[in-house]
């Protein structure tokens, strides 16, 4: 079965850190872009961050630049998000999605293959 699982979730204070995962199975992650969203209660589904397959480029949501990073390991076919310096407004939950189509990053909603979500809880 080709699925995505997200992972690393949790409560953590504000200023503090975690590391989530975006773990592939039953197909090759290389050739996929694959994007982090989050989607926070009452709120619209948005983008968070993009890695591309062809070059590793990277693109980010303005409210996390400087403090995420996204990367990937193909060997493990995973892709990972740091979030540092926590905010509160950065709970949501946290879904990881893949798409194959040139270099375009998938959308909320336009995507090959989605995961399920893991709950990000920023306490003040």
């Known amino acids: 079965e080709r699925q995505l699982v997200e992972s690393g979730g949790g409560l953590v204070q504000a200023g503090g850190s975690l590391r989530l995962s975006c773990a592939a199975s039953g197909f090759t992650f290389d050739y996929y872009n694959v994007g982090w969203f989050r989607q926070a209660p009452g709120k619209e589904r948005e983008g968070v961050s993009c890695?591309?397959?062809?070059?590793?480029?990277?693109t980010y949501e303005d409210s996390v630049k400087g403090r995420f990073t996204i990367s990937r390991d193909n060997a493990k076919n995973t892709v990972f998000l740091q979030m540092d310096g926590l905010k509160p407004e950065d709970t949501a939950v946290y879904y990881c999605?893949?798409?194959?189509?040139?270099?375009?990053?998938?959308?909320?909603?336009?995507?090959?293959?989605g995961g399920q979500g893991t709950q990000v809880t920023v306490s003040s």
């Open positions: 999605a893949a798409l194959t189509y040139g270099d375009t990053c998938p959308g909320p909603y336009f995507f090959d293959y």
């Open positions: 890695i591309r397959s062809s070059d590793g480029s990277t």
